[in-house]
């Protein structure tokens, strides 16, 4: 490197690299991040025509999973999905299911789910009479898992023919450990009838599903089962000027899928016109994802199914991912069935890849998923010993800080070393005033005779920054979490801290922090930056999620005593 540019590379960490700069940085690299994906958010993508045209099922045969246009199936055509808002009405009640976990509602017109309650998650803390709602057959909200039969040598009954149901209600009992719902389609002309099996288990968010056929009739009948999730884009509340901090805004909605060749791919919706999944693959599966909760179909064990996305033509627009199954003949007077289970539910990382494999990477942490997955892991470990999530996350911090603390040591000792040659950094900007390129020259001169590297106070932050951008994903994504209570004041850490106690807290950290730390040879723009930092962020922080608050406040307070601790050895050894 010439001299020169290794004198401004120097010169720019040259000024007292204290530990409330290091601060400022990550603070405002973590401010810059919101807003670039506020950005991504409101401007980086056009949204989709409103008449955007039905796409059909993928090519029969595709060996690949690389998005391109659905084109239609040789053999068996999946029937366009309705263009119109609103489906076409039952003549039948709906079939409401009820478990400890789940409250579903079936549509006897084609079968299929048409609203799904979580009744362990509340919409608001407490507020258990009003769970979350994920499937819902409402415009706003629309969002429904369909499922059924096509065929082009006979009648076969898709996701708008009319089933029958032996009856309205369904609740699991004390004691019962599962429920079954029986639906039923016949087809007197050709001999065919379709049985429509759902099956749904006490403590579980999967619901089983199996279309048994029988033929009858005096022909051979072949046809495919397909499975499928439909909903519009859903609205993502806006805050007014503090949205950014909402999470919803951050996080994945859209399709996604998996396969054991290419893992996890996922699609957003302002995409499905460009990028549309046209794919054949085995032991994958199809979801619809968005903050906290999903719903994927998950095909058989072995089964080769194709897969593809679609945009459904509506106001407002519906995106749709399917599954294909392998064709199924049936001679006349055999009989058959297609099984598949459908899981709609919370992202429990820890469970959902006992259903299937992949399942857990619906909780979407990014570029940073090497990095937050292990996080996850300690941190549920973690509260499993004490039983509270706050706790969870101060123990985490404090782990974290014990396994960093040599690389903050190192970064603390650089400090002390720069702090001493201040007086004579401040004489060199004396005596070249204006002329920096001679003041840069004297300043390397300076730090090569005493040994000292300007950025050896960078590295521990440096290293720390992956830690904690991988640790935001964490509280923002992880279910367990939502509305998890803390202590006193705090009864949801996924919510801003309603007294302002964190912000506040975190605002005298930084302000003891500045204190404590030497601001000699600082100019006067930074040491202005310095001391409003401080009150933009308790500010800022008091509509975040208090636990990511919890977690930034906590880490603040500890750097500060592990500050005061090492600068103590650190002048004690000079004494000795």
Request: positive net charge; aromatic residues 10%; glycine residues 6%.
């Amino acid at each position: 490197m010439p001299a020169s540019r290794r004198s401004r590379v120097t010169a720019k960490f040259a000024s007292p690299m204290n530990n409330s700069r290091s601060f400022l940085l990550l603070a405002l690299l973590f401010v810059g991040y919101l807003i670039w994906n506020q950005w991504q958010q409101d401007y980086a993508h056009p949204a989709p025509a409103a008449d955007a045209p039905v796409a059909s099922a993928p090519v029969a045969g595709a060996a690949n999973d690389t998005p391109t246009a659905p084109a239609m199936p040789a053999g068996s055509a999946v029937p366009a999905v309705p263009a119109s808002a609103a489906a076409p009405a039952s003549s039948a009640a709906l079939v409401h299911v009820r478990t400890d976990v789940l409250d579903l509602a079936i549509d006897p017109h084609g079968g299929s789910i048409v609203r799904a309650e979580l009744l362990a998650y509340p919409q608001q803390p407490k507020q258990f009479d009003r769970p979350v709602r994920l499937l819902d057959d409402a415009g706003p909200s629309y969002f429904v898992a369909q499922s059924g039969l096509v065929s082009n040598t006979g009648k076969a009954p898709d996701h708008q023919a009319e089933f029958s149901a032996e009856q309205t209600r369904y609740e699991l009992a004390a004691g019962q450990d599962q429920i079954q719902v029986p639906l039923t389609w016949t087809d007197a002309a050709s001999g065919l009838s379709v049985r429509k099996l759902y099956t749904l288990r006490r403590g579980s968010y999967v619901v089983e599903e199996r279309q048994e056929i029988d033929n009858q009739g005096t022909d051979a009948w072949s046809g495919n089962a397909y499975r499928q999730l439909q909903r519009v884009q859903p609205v993502i509340p806006n805050t007014g000027f503090f949205s950014f901090n909402n999470p919803e805004r951050y996080s994945f909605v859209g399709a996604a899928w998996y396969s054991p060749e290419s893992k996890f791919k996922k699609l957003r919706f302002d995409k499905f016109a460009g990028e549309a999944l046209n794919a054949s693959f085995k032991d994958g599966w199809a979801a619809m994802l968005q903050h906290y909760f999903f719903a994927a179909w998950i095909p058989a064990a072995g089964e080769t199914d194709q897969y593809a996305t679609a945009i459904v033509t509506a106001n407002p627009a519906r995106y749709l991912i399917r599954t294909l199954g392998p064709a199924i003949t049936l001679a006349p007077g055999a009989s058959a069935s297609s099984s598949a289970r459908l899981y709609v539910g919370p992202k429990l990382q820890s469970t959902v890849d006992q259903i299937a494999p992949g399942l857990s990477l619906t909780a979407d942490y990014g570029v940073l998923t090497f990095i937050a997955e292990p996080l996850h892991w300690v941190l549920s470990k973690i509260h499993a010993l004490v039983g509270n999530w706050g706790f969870a996350i101060i123990l985490l911090v404090l782990l974290i800080k014990a396994l960093m603390f040599k690389l903050t040591e190192a970064q603390f000792r650089s400090m002390a070393k720069m702090r001493k040659l201040q007086p004579r950094v401040q004489a060199l900007k004396d005596r070249y005033g204006e002329d920096r390129q001679k003041m840069n020259q004297a300043m390397l001169e300076l730090y090569q005779k005493e040994k000292i590297n300007p950025l050896g106070g960078c590295l521990p932050m440096l290293i720390q920054m992956p830690v904690f951008f991988a640790l935001y994903w964490v509280l923002l994504e992880s279910v367990e979490l939502r509305q998890a209570p803390f202590v006193g004041w705090l009864q949801n850490l996924s919510a801003p801290d309603p007294y302002f106690v964190l912000p506040l807290l975190n605002g005298a950290t930084m302000i003891v922090t500045q204190y404590l730390t030497p601001t000699t040879g600082m100019d006067p723009m930074q040491a202005r930056m310095m001391k409003i930092m401080p009150v933009m962020f308790a500010v800022m922080f008091a509509f975040f999620p208090a636990g990511l608050v919890l977690y930034w406040t906590v880490n603040g307070m500890t750097s500060l005593l592990q500050q005061w601790i090492i600068t103590k050895r650190i002048e004690a050894g000079e004494k000795a």
